[in-house]
C-alpha cells in the first residue's frame, strides 16, 4: 500500500500542530511511508509485550516502542514483524534495535528503528503498555496520530486530511 502524503508537506500546511521527532531513525520495512493511530510500549531489551500487541489484530494502527535507545538486543525480528504485517498494523517505530534486516525489508509494513543486533532480547514480559512515550523531544501519546515517511515522523493529536 503506499500513501499519498509528504511529512514535508504535512508540517509546511500544520506548522507547530504537530511535533517532529528529532531522532534519526532507519528504514527497514518495504512500506516506507505509513500513518495511523499509535499504539505504545515501554520495555528494555524484552520483547514480549511487542510479540503479544503485533500478533492482535492491528486495524492501521502504529506501535511505538520506547526501547530506551538500546541497540543491544533487538525487540524486533522477522517471525514478529511478518504476524504485524498479516495482522494489518501498519508499521512500528522501535526506538532500539531490531534483526533480520533482509527479510524485514521484504514486508509490507513500515518499520523505523534506530539500528540492528542479531541478539534476541528477553521474552519476561517486563514492561508497560498504553502509556505516553518520549524520545526525540517528542512524546508520542496512545491514540494520537503518527505519519511517517523516508523524511522522518511527525505526531498529530488528531487524525489529519490527506490528500486523495
Not at 504485517?85 to 533480520?100: Q, S, T, Y
Not at 508497560?128 to 498529530?156: C, K, M, R, T
Request: proline content about 4%.
Amino acid at each position: 500500500m503506499t500513501e499519498v502524503f509528504a511529512t514535508a508537506d504535512l508540517i509546511d500546511a500544520h506548522g507547530d500542530a504537530l511535533a517532529s521527532c528529532e531522532t534519526q531513525f532507519r528504514q527497514f520495512g518495504a512500506r516506507t511511508a505509513f500513518h495511523g493511530p499509535i499504539a505504545t510500549i515501554k520495555c528494555h531489551e524484552d520483547n514480549a509485550l511487542v510479540k503479544e500487541q503485533l500478533n492482535q489484530p492491528g486495524e492501521g494502527w502504529v506501535l511505538v516502542v520506547d526501547g530506551g535507545g538500546s541497540l543491544r538486543t533487538a525487540l524486533l525480528g522477522d517471525m514478529v514483524a511478518k504476524a504485524a504485517a498479516d495482522n494489518g498494523w501498519a508499521g512500528v517505530i522501535i526506538h532500539g534495535a531490531v534483526r533480520d534486516v533482509a527479510e524485514l525489508a521484504t514486508l509490507d509494513l513500515g518499520i523505523k528503528a534506530l539500528g540492528s543486533n542479531p541478539r534476541k532480547s528477553a521474552k519476561t514480559g517486563a514492561g508497560s503498555l498504553d502509556i505516553p512515550v518520549a524520545f526525540g523531544n517528542v512524546v508520542f501519546p496512545p491514540e494520537a496520530w503518527l505519519y511517517s515517511d523516508d523524511d522522518g515522523i511527525l505526531v498529530s493529536e488528531e487524525k489529519l486530511d490527506l490528500p486523495e
